[in-house]
């Protein structure tokens, strides 16, 4: 966490080059959404794109699932204009997403989901990439890298009559980073060091 300029993706960026032979790392950019409804689409889609050509097994169940949460169903069949309905049994969401979460537990390395300029996202998209993390997509031996301004987030969660914003943060974020902004006079000095 940090004010817009204190080098939150410079940390990414720092960070993911540490961790690039222990993780499967995931690149997603909500702010290329344009509607909090497809913040969950992209993101599922950004999944499969990213780990399928490693993990073909994946693909199936990111993509049935990411479209039971999208309330998509069966349709009837039709033979000779009239309409059938055929007793299938389907998954839950619930089950789906057990499933999958199970899938990714037995993964040889976890998946780490690279979020950045949160604070960059409309209000409505920045309570939709919460809830997917807290709720839709926890799934098992994945970990997520989040970089945003704490003050608008909680400002966003405060909107949406979450009375204890910090609370609610620290229950989707259990360890944070807060980097502080480096003072001008330290960034010349070290920038003089190296020159010499």
Known sequence: TGEWGVGKTTFLNLLEREIVEK???????????????QVT????SSLRYQLSPKYSTLSKSLKEYARSINNLTLTPHSAFGIELSLPIREESLYEKKKNLSDKFSRLPRPVVVVIDDVDRLEREEVFEVLRLIRNTADLNNTI???AYDKEYVTTVLEEKNIKDAASYL???FPVEVHLPKVEDYLIWETLYEDLN
Not at 41 to 44: E, G, I, K, L, V
Request: with cysteine.
């Open 144 to 146: 997520y890298l989040v």
């Open 23 to 37: 993780a499967e790392i995931v690149h997603f950019n909500p702010w290329m959404c344009r509607s909090p409804e």
């Open 41 to 44: 689409n992209d993101f599922f």
């Open 170 to 172: 620290e229950k989707i």
